[in-house]
């Protein structure tokens, strides 16, 4: 473990001057007895002495184990001389290396580590993603230059970090605008059921059917369609308020458009008094997003509700607005169906039917599905 040690070395650009100032300064270094010698004479008379001989017999017993140890020291030492001379910039290495030795008189020599020559050492630390090397050309000597940078491992978690939450948030508003869609169409699906049903109720009342032929049977057409009796001018070019009445497309026409009725799924759910989830991501670029508030007020489709953090109030259209759903034994108000507008106790969770069991104040049981009530305020 025998190791030059130099005192203080200075930097100079002529690499012939800086060995030979470095050779001058020579000394020699005991590292199991971390003692400095003056010269050979004074080394080889340390290394006759009890202590040195004991030093290295508790070498010898595990020497794998203390340079493992000399390996580790040497390593954090010199990243540390590395960040406070230099930080986060460009160094190169044989000034960094200098630095280390003229740094402290009681640090770990290189000779006494794993690693051969140092270019070995700065070799493992970018392989392991502590250290960037930069090789470049010397115009003077033609020789290779290493530069060493100091890698910034907290500034890449926590850009990996937001790498990661932004990744997480695209996904969680590429779900939520599916869900949208889903429901859109769901609605609309409702929609055209509806009108195709109310189209059939339409044809089964006017009494139309479908016109079929015997084979041989002769055609006839009467033209007026009136009774006997009546005149077959009076009922071809004049208005017959009776024949009017009589016919449903013209006394709709008469009567103007039919106004659909309004579906249950449609209807305003929101009542004041209720804690709701607000689902929108756009608005003020989801700052108010997944934030329970309360609704103060309501009217048609657009209900007022109050943001308790950030303290806001907002009106919204239903349509981004959830139910809460309490712990069992809280009360929650019924919000669809002839009990609208009670209040109940939430009694169980029927999760794989995603409803509840809800009991009104009467006592009586009713099973809801979750979008049906909501947490009172």
Known sequence: LQFLYFIGPTMTSNPKSWNQKLSAREKLWCQMCRKQCRDQNGFDMHCKSKAHNEAMAIFSADPEKYIERFSSDFERDFLDVLSVKHGFNPARLNVTYS???????????????????????????????????TESIDPISKGTLHSIQLVDVARLKREQAAEDEAAKASALRG???????REYKRRYDAVKQMQQQAGGEEATDSGKTEFTRGDGEAISLEIGGKPEGAGVGKGVFEDDDEANNNNPA?????????TPAPRAEDAPWPLPGIVVKILHP???????????ATIISQSSYTSTVKVADPPATIALDQEYLQTVIPQIGRSV???????????????AMLEKEYAARVRDPSGKVHTLKYEAFSKVA
């Open 99 to 133: 630095q280390y030795i003229a740094d402290s008189m009681q640090h770990t020599r290189l000779s006494a580590t794993k690693w051969a020559t140092i270019l070995d050492f700065v070799r493992e630390l970018e392989r392991r993603g502590k250290l960037k090397i």
């Open 282 to 292: 756009t608005l003020a670029n989801g700052k108010y997003h997944k934030k329970k």
């Open 250 to 258: 013209k006394k709709r026409k008469k009567e103007g458009p039919r």
């Open 175 to 181: 779900k939520e605008e599916a869900a949208l869609q």
């Open 333 to 347: 108000m019924i919000l669809k169906g002839p009990l609208r507008g009670t209040t109940g106790t939430l009694d």
